[in-house]
T-cell receptor, first 116, second 113 residues
């Protein structure tokens, strides 16, 4: 069974640009969550999607957005990049059901973003 | 106060010893508790989940939960060098918009030969 796949794995952008990251969850998983990981702050929750609907959102500025498609694949977008956006962006999928939630997450390998 | 707190370590234990990792959380309505392991350069992987007070054992791992004290711990028996990693405590917290999983910053464990 294939795991969570994230693309691209590495990318370098400059300040002011925007970036789109992609995540394909494990087959059958309808919940997709996104996290930002930095050495100083650890794992910070960005948002969670279930069946194309954002169910929860973390405390990030509006420059961070996401969406989920009907096949459960998800994308996140960061606009007007800042130096502080340099981080590892992790996607995780789970077997959460409608109206439910589980913290049993399966993480992808992440997309490492460097902003110059 | 952080929602989930862990000692960053490093915690060094000799091979074969018991490693004890601790975590406290601030939100009393937290429902579910998890331990993730993250090797350097890798993504986190779930190793234990615990939902009710008491102990839960899985092989060499035991998770302990005390909701009254808002305290979760992970014991690793017969520690091996392959257990050297960062251990992340995570707590499922109900927010106005739904549930979210909040992570501590992790405890680095080093198992020495």
């Amino acid at each position: 069974k294939a795991g969570v796949t994230q693309t691209p794995r590495y990318l370098i952008k400059t300040r002011g640009q925007q970036v789109t990251l992609s995540c394909s969850p494990i087959s059958g998983h309808r919940s997709v969550s996104w996290y930002q990981q930095t050495p100083g702050q650890g794992l910070q929750f960005l948002f969670e999607y279930f069946s194309e609907t954002q169910r929860n959102k973390g405390n990030f500025p509006g420059r961070f957005s996401g969406r989920q498609f009907s096949n459960s694949r998800s994308e996140m977008n960061v606009s007007t990049l800042e130096l502080g956006d340099s981080a590892l962006y992790l996607c995780a999928s789970s077997l959460a059901l409608a109206g439910g939630y589980t913290g049993e997450l399966f993480f992808g390998e992440g997309s490492r973003l460097t902003v110059l | 106060q952080k929602e989930v707190e862990q000692n960053s370590g490093p915690l060094s234990v000799p091979e074969g010893a018991i490693a004890s990792l601790n975590c406290t959380y601030s939100d009393r309505v937290s429902q579910s508790f998890f331990w993730y392991r993250q090797y350097s350069g890798k993504s986190p992987e779930l190793i234990m989940s615990i939902y009710s007070n008491g102990d839960k054992e899985d092989g060499r791992f035991t998770a302990q939960l005390n909701k009254a004290s808002q305290y979760v711990s992970l014991l690793i028996r017969d520690s091996q060098p392959s257990d050297s990693a960062t251990y992340l405590c995570a707590v499922s917290i109900i927010t106005g918009g739904g549930n979210k999983l909040t992570f501590g910053t992790g405890t680095q464990l080093k198992v020495e030969l």
